[in-house]
């Protein structure tokens, strides 16, 4: 599978951003599809993620306010992220990891698209 970010940008608190990742060379119904961020000398963090089935999973930080989603028609996962918030500054990575059954951990993700940077000004 590639994948490739896109979509982010610089705006104010309480501001929406939504990231695309095209992806290609892949079968949707195989792989859990997530979204991860990082800042520099700080551990990624999953963000939220989406498996075969639709089923979605957001961290704590981010629960009400974003939303992953996935078009399959068009090969392509979301993240909708509203009202955010300077802490949600960073580099965003949509990843996929193949799926045997139960959430991947995040080792299992091996594809990994280009990151895409966000920033939150207060």
């Known amino acids: 599978a590639q994948l490739a970010a896109s979509g982010g940008g610089s705006v104010q608190s309480g501001g929406s951003l939504r990231l695309s990742c095209a992806v290609s060379?892949?079968?949707?119904?195989?792989?859990?599809m997530g979204w991860f961020r990082q800042n520099p000398g700080k551990e990624r963090e999953g963000v939220a993620t989406?498996?075969?089935?639709?089923?979605?999973d957001y961290a704590d930080s981010v629960q009400g306010r974003f939303t992953i989603s996935q078009d399959n028609t068009k090969n392509t996962l979301y993240l909708q992220m509203n009202n955010l918030k300077p802490e949600d500054t960073a580099m965003y990575y949509c990843a996929a990891a193949p799926f045997y059954g139960s959430k991947p951990k995040e080792y299992e993700y091996n594809h990994w698209g280009q990151g895409t940077p966000d920033t939150v000004s207060s």
């Open positions: 060379g892949y079968t949707p119904s195989a792989y859990y």
């Open positions: 989406i498996s075969t089935d639709g089923r979605t």
